[in-house]
Every structure is written in C-alpha cells, then in structure tokens.
C-alpha cells in the first residue's frame, strides 16, 4: 500500500485557537471519525488566519497525504481567508461560483447579506461535494484538489463531514491495549524489543499517574491483525505479571 493511501491530515485555521479564546473541538472528533472508516491521520496544524501561512500549509499537506481536511476562515468577515489561501496554494484564481450562490440565495433570502456572499467566491475549478445521499440531503463542501475545505464552527463541522464521511475508507486498523503495573522505565527495554520485531505495528506508551491498578496503558495499532494479536501476545508474555489487563 502506497504511503499516502488511506491517510489524512487536518489543518486547523484561527487565530482564535492560538490565542486560546477558542478551544478546537474538531480535530478530535474528525480523529475518531476517519479512525472508524480506516483512514490513518498523520498530521495535525494548527495556523493564524494569514493568507500565505495557510497557502504553504495546503501546498505540503497536500502533496504528503491522500486527503487534506481544512476547518475554519470561511465566512464573511474580513479574517476568513481560507479559500483564497487555498487558491493560492493551487495558484488558481478566484471566481463567484453561480451554484452557490443561487444556493445561498434560495436559502437565505431576504436575510442574505452582501457579504455573505464572499462564501460563493472559491478556488476556480473547485468542485462542490453533497456526499453520497445528493444535493438534498447537504449543503456542498468546496473541494480543490485532495483538499476538503470545511467550516470552523463545531457544530455545522460535523453536519457537513456527516454527508461526506462515507466517501473516505481506508483498510481497517486494528487496535489491542495492554496495561502494565510497573512504570515506563522498568518496561522499556521490553517495548524496544517488540517494536524492532513488528515494524508494521505502531506501538505507543502512556503513563496514567492517576489510575489506580496500573501505571502504563500500552497500545498496539496495525492494519494487519495477525501481526497486531502476534505483537500483543509477544508483549503480554514478556512483561508476565506485569501486566494487569488487556483489551
């Protein structure tokens, strides 16, 4: 399988999550959503609402993953420079899209601000995706190239991923958990050695200071079961009464 496939990076744009005045939400849930369809993620950004920042970031997360999942800088306000940075990242003018905005229109009536407007301006040769239920059933996604640009605000994030997730599926990544009640230190040499004998298999170490029968939750992940449950019995049997559980 090639290095890109089935792998995604998510780039966070605001200078309201630098600054803290925003706390991001959807990263996490994006993370747990394309784990679920087998889709790996690599990379998570987060940049300030600066047209040439954005730019560099689409340019290399494009070229290094299959999908590219943008969130923020798409409304009306001066700050919202995503799809112009994305433009530019492509070097693709922009242009007012008549779909959207006979769309935007349709929807918003008498409640439709000039400015609104500045959302129908997109990357030319942007296509808009409704995911596989149709134009009924979503508002589009504007998508340029590999790169999936969506909104900011949480809950309008998820809406819009809803419509589209089925479209991303990845081979599916098994995962096994082993909990071991002596600490990092004491375990490490055992960890150094199951990782060299399963390179496929990503193994992580975590300490939980607070839990209250063991000191380390290690995780296993691959998308080869055989070499993730040959991973987990080779660790389990070398820690032996170190470990506590596992799932």
């Known amino acids: 399988m090639d290095k890109k496939t089935a792998t995604a990076a998510i ?62 800088g798409v409304g009306p306000t001066h700050d919202d420079v995503t799809l112009a940075a994305v433009a530019a990242a492509f070097e693709r003018p922009i242009a007012r899209n008549a779909e959207l905005e006979a769309l935007m229109r349709r929807t918003w009536g008498e409640g439709l601000h000039q400015r609104d407007l500045r959302m129908a301006d997109i990357p030319v040769g942007a296509r808009l ?3 596989p239920r149709g134009p009924s059933a979503s508002w589009p996604v504007v998508v340029v190239n590999n790169v999936w640009i969506l909104p900011g605000v949480p809950k309008i994030f998820r809406k819009k ?10 081979p599916a990544i098994h995962g096994r958990a082993v909990y071991s009640a002596e600490p990092e230190g004491v ?44 991973a987990t019995a080779r660790l389990v049997g070398s820690l032996g009464e170190a470990v506590v559980r596992t799932e």
């Open 161 to 170: 991923f809803e419509a589209i997730r089925e479209l991303f599926q990845g």
């Open 11 to 72: 780039l966070l744009i605001g200078d309201e999550l630098l600054s803290g005045k925003v706390e991001d939400e959807n990263a996490r849930y994006l993370v747990h959503e394309l784990r679920r369809a087998g889709v790996t993620v690599g990379r998570i950004e987060v940049v300030p609402d600066q047209l040439d920042v954005i730019a560099e970031s689409v340019r290399r997360l494009s070229a290094g993953f299959e999908w590219v999942f943008s969130s923020g």
């Open 187 to 230: 375990i490490a040499d055992t960890l150094d050695s199951v990782v060299a004998a399963f390179p496929t298999v990503a193994i992580g170490s975590y300490p939980h200071l607070d839990a209250l029968d063991y000191r380390v939750k290690i995780t296993l992940d691959g998308r080869d079961a055989r070499a993730v449950d040959a």
């Open 129 to 131: 995706e409704h995911g």
